[in-house]
């Protein structure tokens, strides 16, 4: 995972400033499991007692679910010769809400995983092997200006509040 430059340091783990340096750390780790997820992070994710048993809670119903909440940051094949950074900003966008609606401190990072399974919103679950980095606010901005320049009425978050 040297393959990016990254800038500052929150928690033990370093904050991308820069969309493009997610790219280059997706492009450069391609043969990895590299995953987003919203959260408080790995600190709060991750505690002692977790780590046999990593999970996240269904909003709906309150079950708890084997495996962390996230995304791949893989690129799928059918996706050919498009936009990485168009691709990674869209896996950032897609869960921006999530800042809000979970309250403070709830921010995107990078795991290195493996996926054990599915969640009721068709989300993959993964076990995370190592934190890898925050996702910066400078990064989110590039995202969603990224996304925004595509610019698709019938398109947005994934965000069923409103």
Same mark, same amino acid.
């Given at each position: 995972?040297?393959?990016?430059?990254?800038?500052?340091?929150?928690?033990?783990?370093?904050?991308?400033?820069?969309?493009?340096?997610?790219?280059?750390?997706?492009?450069?780790?391609?043969?990895?499991?590299?995953?987003? =997820?919203?959260?408080?992070?790995?600190?709060?994710? %991750?505690?002692? $007692? /977790?780590?046999? *048993?990593?999970?996240?809670?269904?909003? @709906?119903?309150?079950?708890?679910?084997?495996?962390?909440?996230?995304?791949?940051?893989?690129?799928?094949?059918?996706?050919?010769?498009?936009?990485?950074?168009?691709?990674?900003?869209?896996?950032?966008?897609?869960?921006?809400?999530?800042?809000?609606? =979970?309250?403070?401190?709830?921010?995107?990072?990078? %795991?290195?995983? $493996? /996926?054990?399974? *599915?969640?009721?919103?068709?989300?993959? @679950?993964?076990?995370?092997?190592?934190?890898?980095?925050?996702?910066?606010?400078?990064?989110?901005?590039?995202?969603?200006?990224?996304?925004?320049?595509?610019?698709?009425?019938?398109?947005?978050?994934?965000?069923?509040?409103?």
């Amino acid at each position: 995972m040297d393959g990016v430059s990254t800038v500052g340091n929150q928690a033990g783990m370093w904050v991308v400033e820069d969309l493009d340096q997610l790219v280059n750390l997706v492009r450069n780790n391609a043969d990895e499991s590299l995953y987003v =997820r919203w959260s408080r992070g790995p600190e709060a994710d %991750l505690t002692d $007692e /977790q780590q046999a *048993r990593q999970s996240s809670r269904d909003a @709906l119903t309150g079950t708890e679910l084997p495996g962390l909440s996230a995304n791949p940051l893989a690129v799928e094949s059918w996706w050919g010769d498009r936009s990485l950074r168009l691709w990674i900003a869209r896996r950032l966008y897609d869960y921006c809400h999530l800042g809000d609606l =979970r309250g403070p401190g709830v921010r995107p990072w990078v %795991l290195l995983g $493996e /996926q054990i399974g *599915r969640g009721p919103d068709n989300e993959p @679950l993964v076990i995370c092997h190592r934190p890898v980095a925050w996702v910066g606010e400078a990064a989110l901005r590039q995202a969603d200006r990224a996304v925004e320049g595509q610019a698709s009425r019938e398109w947005g978050p994934l965000h069923r509040a409103d």
